[in-house]
């Protein structure tokens, strides 16, 4: 994860600006102003800065969820730092520029060269009939709905700085280069998230948390002239440590009230600026459902599932936002606005400055595929929950799945009840609602060293259940039964290298695929395989066979390093014993782990390879392919390495 150290780094792009006082040595981006902000109205904010952004660009990229794949995400508009794309990086919002250089969508310009972006929101397209347009491909086309943003006259202010504790006085400045991620893209109709996180409503409710908390968790239908409007708020509260973490929200919390008084958790102490999105659509004849003329129909990008009248879209909203403030910008809208109690409108940072106007940038739109989900989930290619799983507090087990059609299946990387290692097979298909769930099966089989072109396996006894949900596509709750013994797991991927995977679903061929990342077997050997994760120049080996009396075993390869050749080599090793499944509260083995032996891997292509072991004096080379538990024509997993760009932040 990113840490506080590589703050260092982004802190070299602030350049001369950094060595002068932008206040008293004048800056392009200031504007003188007379004009005082009042203070903030009862039972409203308690501090806060309003800015107007204009729209800068669009496209398939997310450079904190899928960094270095263009292409891999939902459509997202966004504004700010007109280069964002799949490649940015934090340190990109501190580059040297020359003086006035246009850099930003948004007021302040070079001062405030954050990044943001959310999922474009859609409507149907109709046409003058009032019929249902088809796209090129045959499918129901859709349209983007404008946001109200624009120059300081004719927008409405879209972002908001503002205080989330009651004790102003403890609000510091966010550091340069921290991410953060508002909001759940995961997020399916009949769990709508909580409205202090993200919400909708019509601008006509006048509604207000104060007076008439009238909002709702999905698009409602706004009838035309009116405007549909939603608010999106980030997490404030920060751990002190880390610029992002691995699901891109664990090192940002929200404030707690305790006692009536709301503050930061003990987990993370740290005080920020909260940011808030606040934007306004207008319903106009053009995009309205011609029927209703209102916002009926209407989706998100993000949203995974069919929108209807029963289930209206909007349940995925999420923001990102990355910081590229200049740090006395940042500290001025702080102590001028915020900790004075001030509501500060148009820039204005209260100290007699305001921040310069806002551009437009590009404002390039993207063609609308599969809905805004981009390369597209039932359209040949989608987003795929292949990983392997695990939870950073509990190391020493994880859960590797090879998400294949409609099938998720599962091995899972234990101990027993004697404390010996022992791997599990689950066999998980989609319901109705989006989740998997399945049975979980228990094999025997032949001792690895004598297994020699029949099946592996002797025996295969199911000994449970389990549900599977993914509320991200980085987040998974793991839900089994067995033995009596019912308990839920809260797991994330495993990622050990900024060239961390993103995998997709495809039903072409995988043959020039580089990422080996997946499950493979040797189709004559059934019951036994590789799981394998691969990032950057790595790979992480799981391997499952059989020990002695045919009982279920695994060992590690953690790490194979890629070789000169192509091939990647390292050490095996094998816990001696763990802490039993139902039991794992922490570290479920002791590490290091004991060494067994040495493993390499030679991939003649990218769908079949050689996998060669030395253990305990046996040497074996094994024909390897990717595991295959779908029909034809059904969508298998297809990983592509991230980027690792040049300066990259520290990750430890």
């Given amino acids: 994860m990113l840490r506080l150290a590589a703050i260092a780094f982004v802190l070299l792009g602030l350049n001369s600006q950094a060595q002068s006082n932008i206040f008293a040595d004048g800056h392009p981006d200031l504007i003188p102003t007379g004009v005082q902000p009042a203070p903030v109205a009862p039972n409203s904010w308690r501090g806060i800065l309003r800015i107007n952004c204009d729209f800068s660009h669009a496209a398939y990229d997310d450079p904190l969820v899928h960094p270095g794949n263009p292409g891999a995400a939902h459509y997202h508009n966004f504004y700010g730092f007109f280069d964002t794309d799949a490649f940015t990086r934090s340190e990109a919002l501190y580059a040297d520029l020359p003086t006035g250089q246009r850099v930003s969508s948004c007021q302040g310009n070079q001062l405030n060269r954050s990044a943001y972006w959310v999922p474009a929101l859609l409507a149907p397209l109709y046409d003058d009939s009032g019929v249902r347009q088809l796209d090129a491909a045959g499918e129901p086309a859709w349209q983007v709905v404008d946001a109200v943003v624009g120059n300081d006259e004719v927008a409405h202010e879209v972002f908001y700085y503002s205080a989330a504790v009651d004790d102003l006085s403890a609000i510091s400045a966010p550091p340069p280069g921290l991410a953060i991620i508002a909001g759940v893209a995961g997020t399916q109709p009949g769990s709508p998230q909580p409205s202090s996180v993200a919400r909708w409503h019509c601008q006509s409710w006048n509604a207000s948390d104060a007076g008439n908390p009238d909002f709702r968790g999905f698009i409602p239908e706004c009838v035309a002239p009116d405007r549909l409007r939603f608010d999106l708020f980030f997490p404030s509260c920060w751990n002190g440590v880390d610029l992002d973490s691995p699901d891109h929200h664990s090192h940002m919390a929200y404030p707690e009230t305790v006692a009536g008084v709301s503050r930061c958790p003990a987990s993370h102490p740290v005080a920020l600026p909260r940011v808030s999105y606040h934007y306004?659509?207008?319903?106009?004849?053009?995009?309205?459902?011609?029927?209703?003329?209102?916002?009926?129909?209407?989706?998100?990008?993000?949203?995974?599932?069919?929108?209807?009248?029963?289930?209206?879209?909007?349940?995925?909203?999420?923001?990102?936002?990355?910081?590229?403030?200049?740090?006395?910008?940042?500290?001025?809208?702080?102590?001028?606005?915020?900790?004075?109690?001030?509501?500060?409108?148009?820039?204005?940072?209260?100290?007699?400055?305001?921040?310069?106007?806002?551009?437009?940038?590009?404002?390039?739109?993207?063609?609308?595929?599969?809905?805004?989900?981009?390369?597209?989930?039932?359209?040949?290619?989608?987003?795929?929950?292949?990983?392997?799983?695990?939870?950073?507090?509990?190391?020493?087990?994880?859960?590797?799945?090879?998400?294949?059609?409609?099938?998720?299946?599962?091995?899972?990387?234990?101990?027993?009840?004697?404390?010996?290692?022992?791997?599990?097979?689950?066999?998980?298909?989609?319901?109705?609602?989006?989740?998997?769930?399945?049975?979980?099966?228990?094999?025997?089989?032949?001792?690895?060293?004598?297994?020699?072109?029949?099946?592996?396996?002797?025996?295969?006894?199911q000994v449970g259940e389990a549900a599977l949900v993914f509320d991200h596509t980085s987040i998974l709750s793991f839900h089994y039964q067995i033995g009596g013994v019912s308990q839920l797991r809260s797991l994330q991927r495993f990622i050990f290298d900024s060239a961390a995977p993103v995998c997709i679903g495809t039903s072409g061929t995988r043959a020039a695929a580089d990422n080996y990342s997946d499950l493979w077997w040797n189709e004559s050997e059934p019951g036994w395989g590789l799981s394998l994760a691969h990032q950057g120049d790595a790979i992480v080996l799981l391997w499952y066979t059989y020990g002695a009396a045919g009982r279920d075993q695994w060992f590690s390869g953690s790490v194979l390093s890629k070789q000169a050749d192509g091939s990647f080599s390292g050490p095996l090793q094998q816990p001696s014993s763990g802490t039993p499944l139902a039991q794992i509260v922490a570290a479920a083995t002791d590490f290091p782990l004991p060494p067994r032996g040495q493993a390499s891997l030679r991939f003649s292509d990218g769908e079949s390879g050689i996998f060669e072991y030395e253990v305990d004096g046996v040497s074996q080379a094994k024909a390897i392919s990717r595991f295959v538990a779908v029909a034809q024509g059904q969508l298998l997993p297809l990983c592509t390495g991230g980027v690792n760009p040049p300066n990259a932040l520290e990750h430890d």
Wanted: include cysteine; hydrophobic fraction near 35%; charged fraction near 15%.
């Fill in 280 to 461: 306004a659509f207008g319903v106009r004849p053009e995009n309205a459902d011609p029927q209703t003329r209102s916002s009926r129909g209407w989706r998100l990008a993000a949203d995974g599932y069919s929108v209807s009248t029963a289930t209206p879209g909007g349940y995925s909203l999420h923001g990102d936002w990355i910081n590229g403030w200049h740090p006395e910008a940042m500290q001025a809208l702080i102590e001028g606005c915020i900790q004075a109690a001030l509501d500060c409108h148009d820039g204005n940072l209260a100290n007699g400055f305001r921040l310069s106007g806002t551009a437009a940038g590009v404002q390039q739109a993207q063609p609308i595929i599969n809905q805004g989900l981009g390369s597209g989930s039932a359209h040949g290619e989608s987003t795929n929950y292949s990983y392997t799983y695990w939870n950073p507090d509990q190391p020493g087990w994880g859960l590797q799945l090879t998400h294949q059609g409609d099938l998720l299946f599962g091995t899972w990387y234990t101990y027993a009840e004697d404390g010996l290692p022992m791997f599990l097979t689950v066999e998980a298909q989609r319901q109705e609602d989006g989740s998997f769930a399945g049975p979980i099966f228990r094999t025997a089989g032949t001792p690895f060293a004598q297994i020699n072109g029949s099946a592996a396996f002797t025996a295969v006894t």
